[in-house]
Nanobody
Framework: QAHMVESGGGLVQAGGSLRIQCTPSGRPFTSYAIGWFRQAPGKEREIVAAINWAGLLTYYADSVKDRFTIARDSGSNTIYLQMNNLEPGDTAVYYC????????????????WGQGTQVTVSS
C-alpha cells in the first residue's frame, strides 16, 4: 500500500536546526502536493508547511514562517523540511502526507501518510 516514509527527527536544543525528510513508498506521488503536519501530546494535528507538485507554490503556518523551509527535490523525489531557530513549542511528531485536489495547499485532501518522526526541542 502506498504511503510516505519520514526520517531525520531527533533531539535538538532550542535555537538549533534540524532537517527532516520524506520519501514516497509504493508510488511516486509526483503529481501530488506534499504537506508536513505535526501533533504534540494532547493537541490536535496541525499543518506546518506544504508544497505543490512542481515545487513552485508553498504554504507555511504562521507559527513557523521565517523559521521553516519546505523544499522538493524532483531528482530524488524527496521532500525536506528545514527547521531553524527551533523552539520547545515545536516539539511534536512530524508527519508528511501526499494530497490531491484543488484549492489552497492547506486545504487539500491528504490521504497518504507516513508513520511520523519525533522532533524534540529542549530548553
Amino acid at each position: 500500500q502506498a504511503h510516505m516514509v519520514e526520517s531525520g527527527g531527533g533531539l535538538v536544543q532550542a535555537g538549533g536546526s534540524l532537517r527532516i525528510q520524506c520519501t514516497p513508498s509504493g508510488r511516486p506521488f509526483t503529481s501530488y502536493a506534499i504537506g508536513w503536519f505535526r501533533q504534540a501530546p494532547g493537541k490536535e494535528r496541525e499543518i506546518v508547511a506544504a508544497i505543490n507538485w512542481a515545487g513552485l507554490l508553498t504554504y507555511y503556518a504562521d507559527s513557523v514562517k521565517d523559521r521553516f523551509t519546505i523544499a522538493r527535490d524532483s531528482g530524488s523525489n524527496t521532500i525536506y523540511l528545514q527547521m531553524n531557530n527551533l523552539e520547545p513549542g515545536d516539539t511534536a511528531v512530524y508527519y508528511c502526507a501526499a494530497g490531491s485536489g484543488l484549492g489552497g495547499l492547506e486545504t487539500r485532501k491528504y490521504d497518504y501518510w507516513g508513520q511520523g518522526t519525533q522532533v524534540t526541542v529542549s530548553s
